[in-house]
Every structure is written in structure tokens, then in C-alpha cells.
């Protein structure tokens, strides 16, 4: 839980005025198919109200948040973007990009994105839903999240046992990072989004409140970032650190609002 004092802090800086209440599911204990039922749920309900229509000739991209158990914590797994990229380098991002004419559909454009990236198989990842709205990057891409379970290579879905077990972890060291694009993958804990050590209240494209991450000690060898004039969302984070901000931190924000951490 947050501490009053955070809460108020945040309140008197005249930035996010987000709160916490009770999570639908644990966040420390590992993600079972009861929870990911439960999550699967709340993701359904919140598309109901959150529609948006695909415009003609709009510029489309699609990113994959693949939620996995790691030693037996839930978490994400998020990806560092390799230094050298035209756009977006060095920054924490989720697997995903362009949707090509060739995808199927903006989810199979996550998904082919997200194998050649980390080398994640889509027979691995279980979706459970999109959600949203899309926004723009500031790119000018319309970019569509959708939410996915993923189990080792090799382990298999079932839907036998009870919904409390607690389902398999993913090894980092299996995952086939293409150096092109990734500089390396982390796992960011879901007990990291309550941590007042961690969070940071800012504005999302000046205009909504949400909670930007610390991951500056989950990345092995973050020697620190630099700040971009004006602060923009195009770099790793602010003051030094590296985080979960700009968009990413966006949607991670609105999918802790849909789990009801963040209220």
C-alpha cells in the first residue's frame, strides 16, 4: 500500500491524485488460472465502455504486455530497446510495433513482433484481452495493447487442476533476444506498483495522472540515463533513472486501474 504521506505529496505537486484500494488479484503471489480468469474478466468489462473504431488509412501498431510468472513472482516482462535504434532507443517498452499489410489482424502483428523480438512463440502466450483506448505514440502510430499470459516453451494450457495452482515460470535465459532491437529483457515484479520506493507521479502528454516506474536496479549494467530537453516521453526516464513511463507507463497505469490497484 501507498503511504498517506506519498498519496498527499502527490496531491500538493498537482500530479496524479491516484489512490490505492484492493487489487482483484494477488500481486505477490504467482498468477493461477483462477486469477487470470479474474483479470481475463475486469479486461472483457472495461472494453465494453472503452471501444475505439479503427479510422481509415491511420498508421497502426500493436504491443503485447506478456505477463508471466518468474520464480514464482508475477510480473511483466518488459524489454530495454537496443541504443542504436532510429526511434525510441534506450527506452523500457513492451514487445510490439508496426502492423504490417501481411498481419492478420493488429493482434497477430503483436504477436509476430513480440517472437522476433524475444523469441516467444505464440502457441507460449494465452491472451486474455485488449484494452484500451489506443493512443498515438508520438511517433503518430495508433497503438492497440493487448494482455498476455505466457508459460515456458514447451509447457502446455490446460484448463484441468484447480483454478489456485499456481502455474509455471518462464526462464529469462530461454528467451531469444534479437540484438538488433533489444538491448536485454527484465521481469518487473506487480508488488513494484505499489512500492513508494519505485513510483513516481507524472503526467501523461501534460494532460493525466499516472504513476511512471523505477527499474534503473533490474537492468544488469544501467550505468543511468539523460535527460531530454523539456523532459519529453522519448528517453529512458527522468533525473537519471530508467523507467516505465511515457506510453508504456501509460498503459501499465490503466491496466493496474482495470486489476483495481490503482483507483
Not at 483506448?133 to 516453451?153: A, N
Amino acid at each position: 500500500m501507498l503511504s498517506r504521506t506519498l498519496i498527499t505529496a502527490a496531491a500538493h505537486a498537482s500530479t496524479p491524485h491516484i489512490q490505492l484500494s484492493t487489487s482483484i488479484i494477488s500481486l505477490t503471489s504467482p498468477f493461477t488460472r483462477g486469477s487470470l480468469r479474474t483479470l481475463q474478466n475486469a479486461i472483457i468489462a472495461h472494453a465494453t465502455t472503452s471501444k475505439t473504431p479503427v479510422t481509415p488509412g491511420e498508421v497502426n501498431a500493436a504491443v503485447l504486455v506478456p505477463l508471466c510468472n518468474v520464480d514464482g513472482v508475477p510480473g511483466v516482462l518488459l524489454e530495454l530497446r537496443g541504443g542504436k535504434l532510429r526511434s525510441h532507443a534506450g527506452e523500457v517498452s513492451f514487445p510490439g510495433g508496426r502492423v504490417d499489410p501481411a498481419d492478420a489482424s493488429f493482434l497477430a502483428a503483436a504477436l509476430r513482433e513480440t517472437q522476433e523480438e524475444v523469441g516467444l512463440d505464440h502457441r507460449q502466450i494465452d491472451i486474455l484481452g485488449q484494452f484500451g483506448p489506443p493512443e498515438r505514440s508520438l511517433m503518430g502510430l495508433r497503438v492497440w495493447p493487448y494482455v498476455g499470459f505466457v508459460y515456458p516453451r514447451g509447457s502446455h494450457h490446460t484448463d484441468t487442476g484447480s483454478l489456485d495452482d499456481p502455474l509455471p515460470s518462464i526462464s529469462l535465459s530461454s528467451l531469444t533476444i534479437s540484438q538488433a532491437e533489444v538491448a536485454t529483457v527484465f521481469h518487473l515484479p506487480l508488488s513494484a506498483f505499489t512500492s513508494p520506493a519505485r513510483i513516481r507521479p507524472d503526467m501523461f502528454r501534460a494532460a493525466s495522472p499516472y504513476w511512471a516506474i523505477d527499474v534503473s536496479d533490474l537492468v544488469e549494467g544501467f550505468e543511468g540515463v539523460n535527460d531530454p530537453p523539456g523532459h519529453s516521453e522519448v528517453s529512458g526516464g527522468k533525473e537519471g533513472r530508467l523507467e516505465v513511463w511515457g506510453l508504456t507507463g501509460w498503459y501499465m497505469s490503466l491496466l493496474m486501474r482495470i486489476l483495481k490497484v490503482y483507483t
